[in-house]
């Protein structure tokens, strides 16, 4: 078996221990990037709209399990799996045509405490890259950023259909300009902003109702994931978090032209069987009857804390609020343009779903 303690003690020299190497059960290298912990103020700042002030309470991505983390640990890049395992390695052509609970399974096979990264550190993290200006670019319009044509990746795979066929589709991971980092720089997260739609776990819809796992216990080794699961809770006005099935909880409904946080879903975009629903910018996302937005909705980028399209640059939500289940995409991939982006949200897919724009990334909430 390779030993790669060089490579650990390299990376983690070189990126001032930004970025470390976590080995899975058989000793294989996965490179990831470490995150460390900070509030929900700290990155939603003094004021949301149309909620209360955000509280200087830890982000609920950093709590798993009754415990409160000091940082976690993400995937450096989009994973690609080598047998039956997931790993975040530089210059690969992601892993796609994979459903999430495959990716999940690929994801655990490595040991306890791995998982599809939680929906609730993607959010935090696009909220810190909003706070702090470094909103990243990516490959969302073949091969290249659609508002900077010059950046590029290195490609991997070719447009099948007409209107592109043969220009770039998946670009190598990590292969982007700085600019496609997180923070700007080359010890950041790649690729969050297009290349290939990636799942996430902890949340889901299931006919417009908004249900998660709280905090991050979905990276619990002992998490069911399953469709009537006792983890799943849904969201009160209040914020509070109860039982599937309690009656006035949050919900997507479709007003006129957008999707507003309501209690109940009187319009539907959608139909079961397929992924069909509608779509705008993130920004846009309204509320209906309800007077004031819990922050977990904020916590979790379900709600836009300002109404400034430009503030998100662009990023789009999509929806199916008619179908029984469906699972969270993030990012976009390489043909999206504007609307790809780190709060770019794809609620359309059944997670059973699989395409060649879809793919993932593992996390870590074990000791580090």
Not at 133 to 153: I, L, S
Not at 221 to 235: G, K, M, T, V
Request: proline residues 4%.
């Amino acid at each position: 078996m390779p030993n790669f303690d060089d490579l650990k003690l390299a990376v983690q020299a070189v990126s001032g221990g930004k970025n470390t190497v976590l080995f899975d059960d058989t000793g294989m290298p996965s490179i990831m990037v470490i995150i460390p912990q900070f509030t929900s103020k700290q990155v939603l700042g003094d004021t949301v709209q149309n909620g209360s002030a955000p509280t200087d309470n830890v982000h609920p991505a950093f709590q798993v399990g009754n415990k409160t983390l000091q940082k976690v640990a993400i995937s450096k890049y989009q994973n690609i799996v080598v047998n039956s395992r997931a790993y975040s390695l530089p210059m690969q052509d992601p892993r796609t045509s994979i459903t999430f609970d495959a990716a999940q399974d690929a994801c655990k096979a490595k040991g306890d405490f791995w998982g599809v990264t939680p929906f609730s550190l993607w959010s935090a993290l696009a909220l810190w890259c909003k706070k702090n200006g470094t909103m990243p670019n990516g490959n969302n319009q073949w091969g290249h950023d659609v508002t900077a044509t010059w950046e590029h990746g290195v490609q991997t795979a070719t447009e099948g259909g007409e209107s592109h066929k043969g220009e770039t589709s998946r670009t190598a991971t990590g292969s982007g300009p700085a600019t496609w980092f997180h923070d700007h720089t080359s010890f950041g997260i790649a690729d969050l902003n297009g290349n290939v739609w990636e799942w996430c776990a902890g949340m889901r819809l299931r006919k417009g109702k908004i249900q998660i796992i709280p905090y991050a216990d979905c990276m619990m080794p002992s998490c069911d994931f399953s469709l009537n699961s006792s983890a799943w809770r849904e969201i009160t006005e209040d914020g509070s978090l109860v039982a599937v099935g309690t009656a006035d909880t949050l919900c997507y409904d479709y007003s006129t032209d957008k999707f507003v946080i309501a209690k109940k879903v009187t319009t539907t975009k959608g139909e079961e069987g397929n992924g069909t629903g509608a779509g705008h910018v993130f920004a846009n996302i309204g509320n209906g009857e309800i007077e004031t937005i819990p922050q977990i909705l904020f916590d979790l980028a379900l709600y836009p804390a300002d109404a400034t399209a430009e503030n998100y640059k662009g990023d789009y939500f999509y929806c199916n609020n008619f179908a029984d289940e469906r699972f969270p995409l993030r990012g976009g991939h390489w043909g999206h343009g504007a609307g790809a982006g780190v709060f770019d949200v794809n609620l359309h897919n059944a997670r059973s779903d699989s395409a060649g724009h879809i793919g993932f990334r593992s996390a870590f909430y074990g000791e580090l």
